[in-house]
């Protein structure tokens, strides 16, 4: 009797012992610690926009912008085009062209030199297509290192659905020919660096004369000044658009009248001098100086503006 009640002890005590192991909660499991995942983002390299280039050595022009002369040809392709007061509140233009162009492109109507423009030209090699000169002219010229290109009936040609003196025209191809060899070089451009220290504002205002009124609007879109003559769009006769600048330069210089019935003006382009440069919607005082034949352009902050991006019209004025 002993032993059954002993066995039914521990039969109760072994029943007690799992119902106490049962009731226990089982540990959690240990929590995975996340790993902090770290996104590696790329910069993007801002994209450079950049242009090759195939230059030549140049060719000036002398070009009317006579109102009859009006609409002219082929302006938009010269790199830089100078505006000059000649006479009567009358202007022209000297264009540059020292990159590889079509061939067929026109240019023109050509017109006379005036010492000014031969001086200008030397800064660009001194090539020089003209119509002819004044002895004044001949006289104040004489002793430059001048390669003159004239009307003789080779390099130019008369447009008879236009009157003489405005319908004297050149071309590209014959220019290049008059002008000899030229090795062709490459140069890749890019839009240049512009400074602080600016004004936001519209183009430039240039009158000239009371009959000729030259203004130029910023298009934000093409980031190009759009050009107009006494508030009519300046467009090329053949092309039928209008013409437009990367940059507008100001550039002042001291004018003389020259005695006489002609109202001639002299300009002298020595020296130094201020202006103003219009570029990517922003107006910067600058100056100008010109050192061993060479005119250069500099911020206020000492820096040399570069040209080398796009067209520039540099209007020179009193």
């Known amino acids: 009797m002993n032993k059954k009640l002993a066995l039914v002890f521990l039969i109760l005590a072994l029943i007690t012992i799992a119902l106490v192991g049962c009731s226990k909660k089982s540990d959690p499991l240990p929590e995975e610690k996340e790993e902090d995942v770290v996104e590696e983002i790329e910069e993007e390299e801002e994209e450079v926009l950049t242009i090759t280039l195939k230059k030549v050595s140049p060719v000036t022009v002398v070009i009317n912008n006579h109102p009859d002369a009006r609409p002219p040809s082929g302006l938009q392709e010269a790199s830089i085009v100078y505006e000059f007061l000649v006479e009567g509140g009358t202007t022209r233009f000297l264009a540059v062209y020292d990159d590889l ?9 050509v017109r006379s030199l005036r010492p000014y423009l031969a001086v200008q030209s030397l800064e660009h090699g001194g090539v020089i297509a003209h119509s002819g000169m004044s002895d004044r002219t001949r006289e104040k010229i004489r002793g430059m290192n001048l390669k003159q290109i004239g009307d003789n009936g080779v390099h130019m040609w008369r447009d008879s659905s236009r009157k003489a003196p405005h319908n004297l025209y050149t071309s590209i191809e014959r220019l290049y020919k008059a002008r000899g060899q030229s090795e062709v070089s490459e140069k890749v451009v890019a839009p240049p660096l512009l400074p602080e220290g600016y004004e936001e504002g519209p183009g430039p205002e240039i009158a000239y ?16 000044y759009l050009r107009f003559i006494n508030d009519k769009a300046h467009v090329d006769r053949d092309s039928g658009k209008q013409y437009h600048a990367r940059r507008v330069i100001l550039r002042t210089a001291k004018h003389r009248n020259v005695p006489g019935p002609d109202a001639l003006v002299d300009i002298d382009l020595e020296g130094s001098g201020e202006g103003f440069l219009y570029e990517a919607g922003r107006k910067y005082q600058i100056r100008w100086e010109k050192k061993d034949g060479k005119t250069a352009y500099f911020y206020s902050n ?5 040209l080398s991006f796009g067209n520039t019209w540099i209007q020179v004025v009193r």
């Open 101 to 109: 162009l079509d061939s067929r492109l026109v240019i023109g109507p």
């Open 302 to 306: 000492g820096s040399r503006v570069d």
């Open 209 to 224: 004369y009371s009959s000729n009124r030259v203004r130029y609007e910023y298009d934000g879109d093409a980031g190009v």
